[in-house]
């Protein structure tokens, strides 16, 4: 690196277009890591604003400013709605956000995370620690293909959380009918699948055909939401999926009284909150 | 207006800077208006994902699609709070959409506005008829100086609503202890003063000072959230100022009934669940 990129003066901005006609531009440091992994582009940037961040194939992954909302989120609240989880698996989550989330309850005996692409763990290893080291011993990390191990497993599962990128690229076959099949049959009679599922502001026709999809292959579907500021809208969403009529209430009030005052979101307050829909995404799913 | 102008392929954006090192950028079809008034500069831009934008000073103030939130949100959470709300008052909110919102409720006697900027209802009126035209008689709408007007009416409020630009600029005087002094001044005893304040995801440090003021003037702030997607973050907040601890729990089922139908953000689920803060917004408060 020479002196000039070093300069803070240096006008580098990177911008995510987040429709053909929007987007977000963030002021950037330097380019930490550019490689190409036989999956995708991976390109790690220091930002002023968000820390550094993770970008995929182009797209904004995760930042160290806002990373602790969507790992939160998509972990705690499947695990206070059923506390009797001992088994579950991560299908990509390769940065471990979702991995340190899980890992964080004893009384789940094995998180199994199986990531695509190993470059993702290395590089969120070096330069994401807060997320990728100190990992507790009832995590186990997993290279490979998440279809192939859902078709392959015989292991049944609690909770499975698919922490995947968009269907673009490696994560196309993780928007299918014979993978979530797959994750259907892996899982427990009161287990859990818990998937994000973008923007309903900008998505709301994708969410729409992909919401009736698993309601059709699960049976019931419930959808939540977190900000999160640095994607598209800001405003995100998760769908749980389940072979029975869920409960979504919490079930026990001191599960996360051990570590609740290291988390900067999640609570009980915003656990009843996140199913509480705008009229405008109460309409996409038609209640 | 020239055909280069004109055609679809100019590659006009605009950026608006939430912070030094980060903003949103929109493409834009067209500058349909660019007035100085004697307080501020307005401008109207047709964007391609917003529809119609209005900037005071050079920070959007809405758009035609998602100003339902901003306005459902001022308005129908104090609403629904206190039912017997027969005189209401809004500082500022010249585009009228607060306004609109609030006259839906023929049992509220008069809602009067008090906005300084002429050419701000003026514009509003023209290039967004949906928020400033087919007023009902309840409404009126003042051109005056809202300090002023607080500061002279003999008249009590059930409800205030402080629709204002950020604290420079024209609005400065609208964030000071004797503005707030006066409102307290002529709010009924169970009345409310509303107003938005800000992101808490960027803002935590002015919000914490400004709530502390508000809390030292009334006696009691409740502060609830909604996602917006064009503000800083997407994640944005108002605050309840009241003279008495209040229950912000609904009070009456059917308030909404007759128009539910016609929002597209509120209902009593998100009434709920707009209290419901993430732990770091929390913080902000000391809650």
């Excluded at 899980?102 to 620690?129: C, G, Q, T, W």
């Excluded at 990992?135 to 078709?151: H, M, Q, R, S, T």
């Amino acid at each position: 690196m020479n002196e000039f990129n070093k300069s803070q003066d240096t006008h580098l901005w990177y911008t995510e277009y987040h429709t053909p006609n929007s987007g977000i531009t963030l002021k950037v440091k330097e380019t930490l890591l550019r490689v190409k992994s036989p999956f995708q582009e991976l390109v790690i940037l220091d930002t002023y604003e968000y820390g550094r961040m993770m970008l995929l194939d182009g797209l904004v992954m995760l930042t160290d400013r806002d990373e602790f909302i969507y790992h939160e989120m998509i972990t705690h609240i499947p695990v206070n709605i059923n506390p009797s989880v001992k088994k579950a698996l991560i299908i990509g989550g390769g940065d471990c956000g979702t991995l340190r989330e899980l890992s964080r309850y004893s009384f789940i005996e094995n998180v199994k995370m199986v990531e695509i692409d190993e470059e993702v763990v290395k590089a969120s290893r070096k330069f994401f620690p807060q997320l990728a080291s100190n990992l507790p011993k009832n995590a186990e990390i997993v290279i490979g293909d998440g279809i192939d191990f859902v078709e392959k497993t015989d292991d049944v599962f609690d909770l499975i959380i698919i922490d995947s990128t968009d269907p673009i690229g490696p994560a196309e076959g993780l928007f299918t009918d014979s993978f979530y099949s797959n994750c259907r049959r892996i899982l427990s009679e009161e287990g859990m699948m818990v998937l994000q599922a973008e923007s309903p502001y900008f998505h709301a026709e994708s969410i729409k055909i992909f919401s009736d999809r698993l309601r059709r292959i699960f049976g019931f579907i419930r959808p939540y939401l977190a900000f999160i500021p640095v994607y598209p809208s800001g405003m995100w969403e998760f769908i749980i999926c389940s072979k029975n009529e869920l409960d979504v209430s919490l079930k026990k009030a001191d599960l996360i009284s051990h570590f609740e005052s290291s988390l900067k979101y999640y609570n009980h307050d915003v656990h009843k909150g996140a199913f509480m829909l705008p009229t405008f995404v109460k309409n996409i799913y038609g209640i």
